[in-house]
């Protein structure tokens, strides 16, 4: 659908009474130099402007259109514009699919009535578009145009308040658009957000979101923002854990749907805050720096006191400030004299504060060391009482150091009120972000360096396309899992079902012992007791069939497997996204560490790899405290078969666990040990 007429248009009817008018009124504000055409039937003028009784009275066609009226009325105005050619519309009235029999039924009207004419809403505010000055908006706002030649970043938002409370930022954040998209019956916010990574004047994309309308969508803009060079940040609210409620798995305990939803935005390489500050604090680094190469980090300050504060709020992130060498020391030591401990974070004491020569010398030694980004901590006093003058030779100082190096930089405020917003606004078109607070400066650092990290990647495959599956699923058991996940080239122990004690007794004699003896139908078998370990003899295996041949009628004996670690693979159907591969720590350890790993399915064997490593079950697999390693290789390949399996079984797979995944020494095989498959119920064979 085109949208360029209705998201920077050249002339703007407003129809309706007060919200119309608020539309007028702050076009107007802004500085709008298109055509405003209120339309009103009882005024002459709204807010200044001529009005016109009625959209037949209009005197061209226009753009873009906001409809204030109700919703029934709503769905003839749209059509009137639509036979009349308008560029597209935005419909603030509510009470439409989000509301009743009757919103529903009005919203299918209102698509019949559009056609091909772009709507934004129902149920929508509207948008702000900063770069043209045109705002189909019916309140106030907080933000400035873009000057001539000023570029900024794009804003949607699914909730119209928050949209609001974007544009009231005091954080020197310039913004070229803010989006609100209400129902999106017709536009949604896919279809959005590529068109405004089109605009020149967008240098990047922020989605706040509380659900996803395709993942083919979003794996397209996810490309399209690799391509421009434009990163996206999502800001993702609604984490249901539903999923959790209804599934058998093991896998299901272990993940819910965010982290389905983190994985695919992973792969996509979209940047994820988890707050509004790091949302907006990342987006003005990403406006002025782009993706950033990697995760290291220069912090310099006056105080013992910040630089241990930013040193320790690093502990558990990617981004690190890396230790200096003595190469790397000297030239601060130069700058600096005897008196001062370099490091990194670095305190560079008082002693040279507002000696611009000094304190350029020092910064332009420190950031010369090749860091992905370097921090000067910098909380200006009061503006009401105190005088700020000696706090600018350190910015200009800062600045020349990052000029002569070529070097990325930023200003970090312990607290956002230590900084006036026209500072941070003359530092931005100086290309010098100004965070505020020590957490979110390294949080927005560490996003960038994902989004630059993902980049560098070759693209993921595009996700599964799934059908939707309903009705209640089938678990198979244990030994009908197993030999289907053996059809895959899935490792799994010798064994077979037994329906007595004497057939238990003869099948251990040929497979040797030890032996694990197990009853079958049972999902959770260690909760129900139902697994019998490491039997060793024909009296051993007969007391335990005894025992479990109480739980079912029939049992299932295998060979017992040497383990170096345990491992849990899963896969769980996400109705937008897919399959998602999860890998973590198994046995017993999968709901008490909570540790994974989620995929999208296709997943490369490096993915794989990839994953397995980053767990924090890891060491054991890599021979921790002189044990055996383990054999991570044989381990990536047992895993691409299960998915190989969840593939090619995608139209009815609803859960799959293989726990634990047995993995030996090098050399002693990688094998399932468990399983479990549920299949939809009307596709089970």
């Not at 505010?125 to 000057?147: C, F, H, S, T, V």
């Not at 405004?196 to 993942?215: K, N, P």
């Not at 230590?418 to 607070?437: A, H, L, M, P």
Request: glycine content about 8%; some cysteine; proline content about 4%.
């Amino acid at each position: 659908m085109r949208l360029e007429r209705v998201l920077r248009p050249k002339s703007i009817a407003a129809i309706g009474g007060l919200h119309a008018g608020r539309v007028v009124e702050q076009c107007r504000l802004m500085g709008f130099e298109g055509d405003i055409w209120p339309v009103h039937p009882s005024k002459a003028e709204v807010h200044g402007v001529k009005a016109y009784a009625s959209i037949a009275d209009l005197p061209g066609v226009p753009d873009a259109a906001f409809i204030g009226v109700n919703r029934h009325l709503t769905v003839d105005v749209v059509r009137e514009l639509r036979d009349i050619g308008c560029g597209g519309a935005v419909c603030f009235a509510a009470g439409f699919l989000e509301a009743d029999e009757t919103g529903a039924q009005l919203q299918a009207d209102l698509i019949d009535a559009a056609d091909d004419m772009p709507i934004l809403g129902p149920n929508c505010y509207g948008y702000i578009n900063y770069a043209d000055g045109a705002l189909l908006w019916p309140d106030q706002q907080g933000g400035k145009r873009l000057e001539v030649d000023q570029s900024g970043v794009a804003i949607i938002a699914q909730s119209s308040n928050i949209a609001i409370n974007f544009t009231m930022q005091k954080r020197g954040l310039p913004l070229a658009y803010v989006f609100t998209v209400g129902n999106q019956a017709l536009v949604g916010i896919s279809e959005l957000a590529l068109n405004l990574l089109e605009d020149s004047r967008v240098t990047t994309l922020g989605i706040y979101i509380e659900g996803f309308d395709s993942a083919a969508a979003f794996e397209e803009l996810g490309r399209k923002a690799r391509e421009l060079n434009k990163p996206v940040v999502i800001f993702n609210v609604g984490k249901s854990e539903q999923s959790k409620a209804s599934a058998m798995s093991h896998t299901a305990s272990l993940v819910g749907s965010q982290a389905i939803v983190d994985a695919f935005l992973e792969r996509n390489g979209f940047g994820q805050a988890d707050s509004i500050p790091v949302f907006l604090e990342t987006l003005k680094l990403l406006h002025l720096h782009g993706p950033l190469p990697g995760y290291r980090v220069s912090s310099m300050s006056c105080s013992g006191g910040e630089a241990s504060i930013i040193a320790d709020a690093a502990i558990k992130r990617k981004v690190y400030f890396p230790k200096l060498d003595d190469a790397q020391k000297a030239p601060v030591e130069e700058a600096l004299g005897p008196l001062v401990t370099i490091a990194n974070p670095l305190d560079y004491h008082t002693y040279s504060w507002g000696n611009r020569e000094v304190m350029e010398a020092a910064y332009t030694a420190m950031t010369g060391n090749g860091f992905d980004m370097n921090y000067l901590v910098l909380d200006f006093p009061h503006a009401g009482r105190c005088n700020d003058w000696e706090w600018h030779i350190a910015v200009d100082a800062f600045e020349a150091a990052l000029h002569t190096n070529k070097a990325r930089g930023a200003f970090v405020v312990s607290m956002s009120e230590n900084i006036r917003e026209e500072y941070t606004e003359d530092y931005n078109r100086r290309g010098i972000v100004s965070f505020f607070g020590f957490d979110e400066a390294l949080h927005a650092t560490e996003i960038a360096a994902d989004i630059g990290a993902t980049w560098k990647r070759k693209p993921g495959e595009p996700v599964l396309a799934l059908n939707q599956l309903s009705g209640p699923g089938v678990a198979l058991d244990e030994a009908d899992a197993k030999q289907r996940l053996a059809d895959f080239k899935v490792p799994v122990p010798a064994g077979g079902r037994v329906a007595s004690i004497e057939a238990a007794q003869q099948l251990a004699q040929n497979l040797g012992y030890p032996v694990v003896l197990k009853a079958l139908g049972i999902a959770h078998k260690t909760e129900h007791n139902a697994v019998r370990l490491n039997l060793q003899s024909d009296m051993e295996v007969g007391q335990a069939a005894k025992e479990l041949f109480a739980l079912s009628n029939e049992l299932y004996l295998e060979t017992m497997k040497p383990a170096q670690a345990e491992l849990i693979v899963g896969v769980m159907r996400d109705p937008t996204f897919g399959l998602a591969l999860t890998i973590g720590s198994g046995g017993i350890l999968v709901e008490l560490l909570k540790d994974s790993q989620t995929l999208m399915i296709p997943a490369s064997a490096e993915d794989i790899k990839n994953a397995v490593k980053r767990l924090k079950s890891a060491p054991l697999l890599e021979g921790y405290r002189g044990r055996p390693k383990a054999d991570i290789d044989a381990t990536v390949q047992a895993i691409a078969a299960i998915q190989q399996y969840a593939i090619a079984n995608s139209g009815s797979l609803l859960e799959l666990d293989v726990n634990p995944l047995l993995i030996g020494a090098q050399g002693e095989g990688v094998f399932a040990a468990d399983a479990l498959i549920v299949l939809q119920e009307q596709n089970h064979v």
